[in-house]
């Protein structure tokens, strides 16, 4: 598993560790099953706080990406369909409502993003439908 | 270009004024105590507290120049400076020996000030006559200003010989060991070589143009009996200008040796442990207890010093393995004239020495911050280094005396024992007080140089108060102990408060 | 028992005061660092901590015994690298292993074989001709071989390296952490203390300004973007550091849930950037305050 620590980030270490972690099992680097280092290894390795490791792991054992057995270690834990969406659609909701903050910051109204976000999905549509016909045009 | 030698000369000035000042004093001290307080032999005393101190401070301030920027860690600074290095050598030495010269001309001047002030009431008393007239010298013995002259040629030759040796030492005490072992190396060379094929070094051809080069050899300059001629450039002395010569080529050499040394960073070590990582099977168990750490670590750093020491009254005595089957004179004190002379420098330089290596930059904090007993340490250090050196300084003259007196028989005219046993008792209080001040002052000042010029002040100036109240007192040899051991108790205390305490200048 | 107690700690040197009223503690078996400009005074308070500097006034308890009575004893149980550390120069690594041994009474000599191999330290070198880094690496072994309950560092990333650097933080979380030592370091590079510190204090002027969590300091410490005829609607005392910008002035805040809160409350909406730790310890130690250059609109009495 590799990890890395960004030092003089904005983003807190144990969130930086929690991202990449989540980021690895929704890429499916990690599997439902898979023992992931004891706090120990990973705090050596990445020469961070073991507190930090542990809170990490916590906080992804509340979310319930992985699952902590008692004397054996950490796992990836065995999510079923509707727990991953869900995980997954909490996590996006988050990512949404930064970015319409940001949005309103920078002065447009509700209407324009609604534009905004049609207009994304229109693109997405053609994509999918003649993703030939883009490429022939190359 | 100019401003930057304007500053290297400040620089150096700041480094140097108090000593200037504490070197004036001392001599000016020293020579009232020694003139009696009557105003009629200051002259002649400063001739003679003069020739005793200022050669031996020269080679402190030799070992100072040799070394300091490369102890302070200023080298690299120098060495980087967009100056030639020469140049800077060149200020230092200036410097330096404007030091000597000006703390001479200071005494002198304050001397003579005062007899010109007094003058108009002492009127023909005072006297002009020099204390100790020996051989007349460069026919400018006679005149006061010309034996003065005379005693800072003798210390600017010392001088100038330790810089040359001991340039680019790590440390001021390498550097005045080499110094004093290239200087006594000399003096032995040009006596032992001629004796060594039985010739009266006198009698060899140009070995007077040698001695008068060596290190203060300006002192055995001239025939005996001359007086100054009336016209005396009609009679100018080549040598002269050969001991002249001679000594600008020590001071060339010393110019430009200086900084020629690259600083070893601490980086080979990184390049040195995985090779040295598979060494790493064995490490000896820790020493058995806090006391025989101490003295272990005593005895690593007092025991060189002290036995160069011995070496060194080994050398002399041999010199004078001649003068004593000759002269048939008394093998034992010759034996402990040379014992004391030696044991002065050594003890001087291994009180200096005895807490050198705990003072340096940054160690302190390592020492103090451990569960180190530090009265223990103290206690160990100062008697440890005392021990070593003392015992190491004494087995030569044991040896050489025990061995004289079988070789020789006793002497014609030997000193009686009372007196030498006196005289030995002299010498032992005399070590224990130059060491005991030279570690105080280094326990305070922390640096080598004004150490060695607070120590051989007071202990001058307290051997020769005690000097003159002892023949006045009955029994001269408890009341030297008498007198002796409270200003010895007063430094060994002053040390242990401020080594406890961590009193000090520089911190 | 906290591991060390400061409580209201002063010393001036002369007429300066270097330290002027510095309370905090620290918890067993936890990792502070103690953060501060250099000339903060750190080092100053860490020597006192070992008996070396005696405090003008209030009170300091390490591993519950007072520096100042029984110094021997603390020593004894504390573990101590100072900054920029020198040795002896003459000695062997394994001269000076040997020379420090029987001074401790806990010392653990296989231990010390164990963390010299580990260092990588050549035994038959001299002090002097070791690399900075394996300087501090042998000062970490002779401050850690007697298995100390507290040890105490002073800044000691100083003079090293990147890799070192971080070498060095992966010793301190296995040797140290790992075996459940309390540490008490200086530092003053922030992102290397982030990874490996449970707590951080910062001293200024002779005094914590903040102690926290690092991620506690980082969700509490925001810079809010907002026009800068409203900044006087931010209570002062919670304005670390303010910098106009054109119309608007960014706000570097503590206690910044509550400010937004409050600024919501108004019906001002605020940018709010996420700062990196060197970003939050430069607003505590050189923040500059707010110095209103338009005029103010009237506020209506809360």
Known sequence: MLLRVEKGSATPISRQLADQIAALFTAGKLKAGDRLPSVRELARELAVNQNTILRVYEKLASEGVVEMRQGQGTFVAELSRAGRRRAHCDKLADEFRSLVRQALSLGLSKRELQELLSSALAELDDEAVSPLTESERV | MFAIARSLVWKEWREQRWKTIALAGILFLATAIVGGGELAHLRGALQWTGLTTLPFVSLFIAMSIAASERSGNTLGVLQSLPFPLWCMATIKLLIAVITLAASLFIAAATIVGFELFAGSFLGDQLDHRLLAPTSSIWGVQDSWTGSMLLVLGCALSMLLWCAAAGVNQSDEIRAGAVGFL???????????????????PHLVPGWRWLAVAAPGGVLNGGAPG??????????????????????????????????????????????????LSTKLDWLPPPRRSPLKSMLWKQCRESFPLAALGAGLIVIFVLIAFREIRNLNADVKLLVIQLWSFVSVFICLVAGVGAFMEDYQPGVPAFWRSRPIPLRRYFTVKYLGGLTITLVTLSIAPLVLGGMGTYLFGTARDAAPVQQTYSMILSVVLMQIGIYTAASASFVLSRRPLPTALLAIGSVWLISLAIGELVPSLPKAESSLIFLSVPPILAGISLAYHAFRNDWGWRK | MSAIEVHAVTKSFRKSRVLDGVSFRVEPGKTFAFLGRNGAGKTTLIK??????????????????????????????????????????WMRVDEIVRFIAPFYSRWDHDLALKYLREFELPLATKIKHLSKGQNVRLGLVLALAHRPELVILDDPALGLDPIMRKQFNRDLVTHLQGAGATVFYSSH???????????????????????????????????????????????????LDARPDGADVALTVTS????????????????????NLDDIFEAYVSGRQFEPTTPTPELAPV
């Open chain 3, 256 to 275: 910044a849930p509550r400010v937004i809160g409050m600024l919501a409350a108004e019906g001002i909406t605020s940018r709010v950037v996420d700062l």
């Open chain 3, 48 to 89: 006192m901590l070992l008996g070396l500097l005696k405090r003008d006034d209030g009170s300091l308890k390490v591993l519950g015994l007072d520096p100042e009575v029984a110094p021997y004893e603390l020593r004894d149980r504390v573990g101590y690298l100072a900054e920029d550390q020198t040795m002896y120069g």
């Open chain 3, 189 to 239: 590079l922030l992102y290397e203390v982030e990874p490996v510190a449970d707590e951080v204090a910062i001293l200024h002027r002779g005094r914590i300004v903040r102690q926290a969590h690092p991620e506690t300091l980082r969700a509490d410490v925001k810079q809010l973007v907002i026009e800068a005829r409203m900044a006087p609607l931010v209570p002062r005392d919670l304005i």
């Open chain 2, 226 to 275: 001359q007086s100054l001629p009336k016209n005396w450039w009609q009679t100018y002395d080549l040598r002269l200008t050969w001991v002249v010569t001679v000594h600008l080529g020590l001071a060339i050499v010393y110019v430009w040796r200086f900084g020629r040394v690259s600083i070893k960073g601490r980086s080979q070590g990184d390049v040195t442990a995985a090779n």
């Open chain 2, 182 to 200: 290239s200087i006594a190396g000399i003096w032995a060379l040009l006596i032992l070589v001629p004796m060594a094929f039985d010739y009266d």
